[in-house]
């Protein structure tokens, strides 16, 4: 291949050729986004005719995205032209670089015009007819010569002549003159770029351009896996393909290079469409390839529509989603009324470069009517975009424990360069939404059934077991003679609250758990049973037997049911009975008889007897 | 018969030959049936015709530019004489301006060739604005056929297209037309 010149090396130094691909190990942390098309152009091209092909190639995605933008599925679309000329047979040891295979052909013609003219007015005015070889103008001005008898054939001998060294150099891609590590540099560094910055790259080649995007993709796939790169070969001139191709049965340079390197060096023709004097060759990128005049008799396609097929192939392919999208935390237990805060993760992160813009769309799904709030209307929906990857589920306060939710969340974006348009799914959720449950939430009220004292102050406590909204009340009803406070049920943001005793009875104390909005998520109750015995008795002992006479201090305890406790001066160890105003203890030889907050004590057998009176 | 050769004459190389088919090949044409013409002949009756276009084949690579518009005159007249829409031919004209621009370019200046190539790829992405896709194309190598229509031409041409060998571009977009 064509040594570069010295203007090339120094562009190749300049965008660092010579990156190996796996140095972007680390790059491909990043979402992929956005494609790049790049165009390796033909035979014999000139650059003009690369950059032609180029916008042809985009015409074409245009027109099977039905749009006049450069979007691929709301993602940006940027194309580069990776070109190469063809070096000319004629390149010797002494000149090896400064003549293409046009110069060439135009040589051919030239010898050829003579032959047929000696007086040189058809080589000379009519030069510019060697450009009809192959992508030519398409008024086909070469036809005056094809027509005339007396040229006998000339122009059609000329495009076998001008066949013959475009298949020569061809061949000679593959041998003598085969791309170097100069020629090669300028694209690697591209593609290298192109990955780093997180792109879909589709490559597009066409004729010689195939000999070029082979090492093209070999040297970029270890970068971006196969999901990130796709090749659409176009009358490929190269023995091994990495995509999908096209080419025609009368594709002449094509079917020449095959009879130089072998029947089996050159895939099958897939499509087949008629002569046309547009292209005498029926090579064309443009003239063949991309036209909608051909129709393919294969296919009953035009040649155009086949290509255009295997693009959009190409490019859903590249379109699958590459990205996790998940939602933390996956799976929430909450109460009626409460809420969760969801974040929306997008793995790997998006390149920010290329990013516009980026938004959620959050959706709620399921039995419990969950709800997020609209922070512009202020009203409770179903589903909201945010732009912020986080939002906060409301349970609705109407669920009921076991009904669930299901959360899910689209990252749409817009891309730089994509004309505003619709945005698209990133990757969403739709498998592995976050599931919310509605739990039971359980109160429980504290002490437990207890005995107090008359006229006891008891401190009585709620703990809740579950997850607690904000916002919620506790609402205390008693039902008995004792007192909480005013007569009604007493409602309180704390979870307490004190019981006064009665004299006597049993009493019931229940709280209900509410939300904001009085729901009742939880009740607990207990009965207060109101010992007359319990409490704390000062007084002292008289003997007039000799047994202990002084103070004393009674605590007695409710041992359950009728069964009295005491402790003397704080030592326990000492049971009895009650019934009603009267009690007794060591097998009935120690008797008490109350009245209100006093009792008394005698115990006969040890002369003692005693008042005592309740603290 | 005057006026015409004087027309077909400002090509030198034509000359010749059209003075020959118009003066029917000299004494012999009074003897036998006429002969019949020769392709150059046929050729040249073509471009006198309009069949053909008629091209400066000056040995110059700029050929004449008497309005110095970047273009040769002969592209000019023939730009002109398109039934294309005045902005078609606009871009034309931009086209054959960014072609003939690279013709006298010194190809060892990589920023001369850098704005060169920048100036073709602006100028045919005018002509994909002009056109519709179908047509852009063809008018594009229709301008390049007809700049570069001697070998001189074709030399100074390939020796830009060498400057960009293994090079990579991305299309121009926005004002990409300069009228």
């Not at chain 1, 290079?257 to 060096?265: D, Y």
């Not at chain 1, 799976?331 to 969801?342: D, E, K």
């Not at chain 1, 609209?374 to 424990?401: D, F, H, Q």
């Not at chain 1, 904001?516 to 109101?530: F, Q, W």
Request: hydrophobic share 40%; glycine share 8%.
């Amino acid at each position: 291949m064509r040594k570069s010149s010295p203007l090339i090396s120094g562009l190749l130094v300049l965008m660092g050729a010579g990156f190996a691909p796996q140095l972007l190990s680390a790059q491909q942390a990043t979402c992929p986004l956005g494609f790049t098309v790049a165009f390796f152009n033909g035979v014999g091209n000139t650059y003009g005719n690369a950059v032609a092909s180029m916008h042809a190639t985009q015409a074409a995605i245009q027109e099977s995205q039905s749009t006049t933008n450069d979007v691929y599925d709301s993602e940006d679309v940027q194309y580069e032209v990776m070109y190469n000329t063809t070096a000319a047979q004629a390149a010797n040891a002494f000149d090896p670089v400064n003549t293409t295979i046009l110069q060439d052909v135009a040589e051919v013609f030239v010898q050829r015009a003579q032959e047929l003219d000696p007086t040189g007015t058809v080589g000379t005015n009519f030069f510019y007819m060697f450009w009809e070889w192959n992508e030519g103008a398409p008024q086909n001005y070469s036809n005056s010569l094809s027509n005339n008898s007396a040229t006998n054939n000339f122009f059609a001998n000329f495009v076998n002549a001008a066949v013959t060294a475009a298949v020569g150099a061809l061949a000679n891609l593959s041998g003598s003159q085969a791309p170097t590590a100069a020629d090669y540099g300028q694209q690697e560094a591209q593609l290298t770029a192109d990955a780093a910055a997180g792109r879909k790259l589709l490559l597009v080649a066409h004729s010689q351009g195939n000999l070029f995007v082979n090492h093209g993709y070999d040297f970029i796939l270890p970068a971006v896996s196969a999901a990130r790169v796709k090749v659409v070969h176009v009358a490929p001139a190269s023995v091994t393909l990495r995509g999908d191709y096209e080419l025609s049965t009368g594709d002449l340079v094509i079917n020449g290079l095959r009879l130089v390197n072998g029947f089996a060096s050159i895939v099958d023709p897939n499509i087949s469409p008629p002569f046309t004097s547009a292209d005498p060759t029926g090579h064309g990128y443009t003239e063949i390839y991309l036209s909608a005049a051909l129709t393919d008799s294969i296919t009953q396609s035009t040649d155009r529509a086949l290509l255009e097929q295997r693009f959009v192939a190409a490019l859903v392919a590249l379109d699958s989603q590459q990205c996790a999208m998940s939602i933390t935390p996956p799976t929430s237990t909450v109460s009626a009324g409460a809420q969760v805060t969801l974040n929306a993760i997008l793995t790997p992160p998006v390149n920010a470069a290329n990013l516009e813009s980026i938004t959620y769309k959050w959706s709620i799904s399921g039995t419990a009517g969950g709800t997020f709030s609209n922070p512009v209307l202020g009203n409770e929906v179903p589903s909201l975009t945010t732009t912020a990857p986080t939002i906060t589920y409301n349970a609705s306060s109407a669920a009921i424990s076991g009904q669930a939710d299901s959360v899910t969340v689209e990252v749409d974006i817009s891309t730089v360069n994509n004309n505003n348009s619709t945005t698209k799914a990133l990757a969403a959720t739709t498998t592995n939404p976050a599931q919310i449950t509605i739990g039971s939430l359980n109160a429980m009220l504290t002490p437990q059934n207890p005995t107090v004292a008359p006229g006891s102050v008891t401190p009585f406590s709620v703990t809740l077991q579950g997850t607690v909204p904000t916002g919620i009340s506790y609402v205390w009803t008693l039902v008995g003679t004792g007192s909480i406070g005013a007569g009604g049920p007493v409602t309180t943001t704390a979870a307490a609250i004190n019981y006064t005793a009665p004299n006597s009875g049993t009493d019931t104390l229940s709280v209900s758990v509410q939300d904001s909005g009085g729901k009742v998520l939880a009740t607990s109750s207990t009965t207060i049973t109101v010992n007359p015995w319990v409490g704390t008795w000062v007084g002292s002992l008289a003997s007039d037997c000799g047994y202990y006479a002084g103070p004393l201090t009674y605590t007695i305890t409710s041992g359950g049911g009728n069964v009295l406790e005491f402790a003397l001066d704080g030592f326990p160890g000492y049971s009895g009975t009650y019934t009603g105003n009267s009690a007794v203890a060591a097998n009935g030889e120690v008797v008490f008889t109350l009245s209100g907050n006093t009792f008394s004590v005698v115990e006969a057998d040890s002369c003692q007897s005693g008042t005592f009176t309740r603290q | 018969m005057k006026t015409r050769k004087a027309f077909v004459c400002s090509l030198p190389a034509a000359c010749s030959v059209l003075w020959l088919t118009a003066c029917g090949g000299g004494s012999s044409a009074s003897q036998g049936p006429p002969a019949p013409p020769t392709v150059a002949a046929s050729m040249m009756a073509l471009v006198a015709s309009g069949v053909l276009p008629t091209l400066d084949v000056t040995t110059s690579i700029t050929g004449t530019d008497a309005n110095n518009n970047g273009v040769r005159d002969d592209l000019d007249t023939l730009i002109a004489g398109q039934t294309d829409t005045p902005s078609q031919k606009a871009a034309l004209t931009q086209a054959a301006q960014s072609i003939q621009a690279t013709l006298t370019l010194n190809t060892g200046d990589a920023s001369a060739v850098a704005t060169a190539a920048t100036g073709m790829r602006k100028s045919i992405a005018c002509l994909y604005a002009q056109y519709d896709a179908a047509t852009a194309g063809g008018r594009f190598h229709w301008i390049q056929e007809m700049s570069i229509n001697t070998m001189p031409r074709l030399k100074a041409y390939d020796a830009f297209n060498i400057a960009m060998n293994n090079s990579v571009t991305h299309l121009e977009q926005g004002a990409v037309c300069n009228a």
